[in-house]
């Protein structure tokens, strides 16, 4: 599909949705109404552009379609700018890499899933490894070529209902204060007004998304939190984390041996400082959560509902880590589970289950 015929179709589809609604601010000095009261969108993250070269795929309009029959209606990608991004010259863009996720955008519009586009991997952070040349907190070079990316995305689907499409603008910011990171985001925010004075932006917290930040409290943007605690437990035997998460004891739900081990203990240090900042008028939306497919598959049931169960009390949407994958409900490969076959892919019934009810 051709980007113009693209936006053609997104603006022809999202006409009648907007009558009697104020979802665009006219002025970046005025907060975003959807920023402040966010919908509970409730979905999952797809991952086909998560990191190159392992992936840069094109998405896959089925994963949109079966959210929507299961009566989901969210997706974050979460992406590696090196996907689209010239390795001599940072600031020319791969068009055809690009159209792919403009038809991410539109698969979500023809399914009534919103997409929220993340740089999982910004210039000059990532969390993942190899580690980036720059840093995006102190380098000017860095936060330009940030601000280049969130301002091309921004012309790219100028016009596209923020009820449609957000920015996530950068994942998982960690070992660093507040100050340079707030500094960041309210630049980045700035080249994405210049252009579209009404886009929907997410902030994530601070340590990992964990921890919320009052100093954006005012910028009329909403803010990602995560749902990886008890970290024994969400990552039990995981590969990727320090000593491959084998030198911990098999997960157990609750955990009286570990400070978050309880519906209880995860209400006040993983809830309640983030309603404080709902109350403030900033929308909270967890972008990621989820147990790797080690854990025990009734503890991962238990646990679960008893997380889905503070976020729904809170009014927070949430996007499971993955949907198809060692976190989701496609193709997990958990020991434990009695698969259904669906569509060819393996199907973990009990989770789905307890997150539609969710």
Known sequence: MQRRQFLSTVAAGAAGSLVGRHVFAQDSAVSVPLARE????????????????????????????????????????????RCWTDENDPYKLDEKTLAEIDQAVEF????????????????????AKPPEKMNLWEDEEAQKQFDFQWSQFAKRYRGVPSTQ???????????LDAAPY?????????AIRKVDPG????AEGLEWARKPIFELADLGIAQSTRGYDPFPLTHYQASWVWGGGKQWPVPTWPNPKD???????????RIVPWKKLQEKGVGVHVGEWGAYSKTPHDVVLGWGRDL?????????????????????ILDSDRADVEYEDFHGHKLDRKMLDLLRQS
């Open 38 to 81: 966010l919908p509970r969108w409730r979905g999952f993250n797809l991952l086909e552009k998560f990191m190159k070269p392992w992936h840069n795929k094109p998405f896959v309009e089925s994963d949109f379609a079966w959210m929507a029959e299961w009566g989901f209606d969210f997706a974050r990608l979460p992406m590696d700018y």
């Open 182 to 190: 707030v500094n960041v985001v309210r630049r980045a925010v700035a």
């Open 165 to 175: 499409l957000s920015f996530d603008l950068v994942n998982e910011p960690a070992k």
């Open 108 to 127: 979500g519009r023809k399914h009534g899933v919103h997409v929220s586009l993340n740089l999982h991997r910004a210039p000059g952070y990532t969390v």
């Open 308 to 328: 889905l169960s503070l976020w729904k009390e809170a009014g927070f949407g949430w996007a499971l880590w993955n949907f198809r994958g060692s976190f989701g």
């Open 199 to 202: 886009r929907l932006i997410i």
């Open 259 to 269: 400070k978050l081990g309880s519906r209880e203990a995860l209400y006040e240090d």
